[in-house]
């Protein structure tokens, strides 16, 4: 069977979609960063997105997406975290009702979070059950649809309306820096790319701990890969999606990864130097430009995507406080 993968058009549908739904994130720039890479850099603010990341944009062009039959069924996800509020918001807003499998250890914020928007949320071990089989399981019990984290071609479509925005806002870059979970913001926004700033190389970037998407990328085949512990938990899949994988394989120039201390070191400047609050996962983008994961020449200009802002304050007071 031949996939069918997500084209721009699908991108630019769920801007329309999104409009006047999801916020238009700004973009930060800071003189101190520049000064640090020889760079221009750009940072878009998924940080500041409704319900604190970019998967708001996936998540409801996803159910936005659904017949009324499907709507009547109901929403089945799974997620470490912010799809699952993503879902949960979105299905509040569309009025269409969601569940959501997660793993007992989920950040204490993201599962009240996602509660708080009245969803249902059904636990799981991560390192006992696969997730994919549980929400199986659930679904033919209930009937309800399932939308995936990233390997759906609403939610990539979504997703890609993050780095349209950046680019309509700051015109073409040199370079986008793109965090990778399963690959959805990372397809999506090579698809934004490859039509509004063809010249622009796009790079993934990973946790070091959990670098299947640098492996499979590497070997031309999605790579699984044993669940990696990393301060990054949006970004500990253990496999790209083929959907996600496709995109990524014609559109991507390379994919990188950053350790945990250079997630923390970023943190801290966001906080410090820009006062923003981004998560760990959200800073993989940055840090790859900022410690050297990937040397870009002067002057470069430079787009980040920063994903994200869920982390609850005492992990943020730990993380930024700790030698
Ligand atoms: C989900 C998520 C990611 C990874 O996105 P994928 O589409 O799975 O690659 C990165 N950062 C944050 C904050 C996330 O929530």
Redesign the pocket.
């Known amino acids: 069977m031949s996939l069918v993968l997500p084209t721009y058009d699908d991108v630019a549908r769920a801007a329309v979609t999104l409009k006047g739904v999801a916020h238009r994130t700004p973009v930060m720039t800071s003189d101190t960063a520049d000064r640090l890479t020889g760079a221009k850099l750009f940072f878009k603010c998924?940080n500041l997105q409704r319900m604190g990341?970019?998967?708001f944009r996936?998540g409801y062009n996803a159910i936005a997406n659904l017949s009324p039959e499907q709507r009547r069924a109901g929403v089945l996800t799974y997620s470490?975290?912010?799809?699952a509020q993503a879902i949960a918001l979105a299905g509040r807003l569309l009025g269409v009702a969601t569940t959501i499998i997660m793993p007992h250890d989920a950040p204490v914020a993201k599962k009240a979070a996602t509660e708080g928007y009245g969803a249902t949320v059904v636990s799981y071990d991560r390192y006992q059950e696969d997730r994919e089989d549980v929400a199986r399981a659930l679904q033919q019990k209930t009937g309800m649809v399932i939308i995936p984290?990233?390997d759906h071609l609403h939610v990539i479509a979504g997703?890609g309306t993050a780095a349209k925005e950046l680019l309509e806002d700051v015109g073409e870059l040199d370079y986008l820096l793109v965090?990778?979970?399963?690959?959805?913001?990372?397809a999506g926004s090579a698809l934004s790319a490859a039509v509004l700033s063809p010249k622009c190389k796009v790079y993934g970037v990973e946790p070091e701990a959990g670098n299947d998407g640098q492996q499979s990328f590497r070997k031309g085949e999605v790579v699984r890969i044993e669940p990696p512990r990393s301060i990054a938990d949006?970004?500990l899949?253990l496999y790209l999606g083929k959907l996600?994988f496709g995109v990524i394989q014609q559109k991507v120039t390379d994919i990188l990864t950053v350790t945990d201390t250079q997630l923390v070191d970023t943190m801290k400047f966001f906080g410090e130097r820009m006062k923003i609050i981004v998560?760990p996962?959200?800073c993989?983008a940055a840090a790859a430009v900022m410690h050297g994961a990937l040397a870009v020449p002067p002057g470069a200009r430079v787009g980040v995507i920063l994903?994200?802002g869920?982390v609850d304050l005492k992990s943020y007071a730990s993380f930024i406080t700790q030698a």
Not at 80 to 83: I, L, P, Q, T, V
Not at 179 to 186: A, F, I, K, N
């Open positions: 998924e990341a970019f998967k996936g470490s975290g912010n799809h984290p990233y997703q965090c990778l979970g399963g690959g959805g913001l990372l949006g970004a899949t996600t998560e996962t959200g993989l994903s994200g869920n």
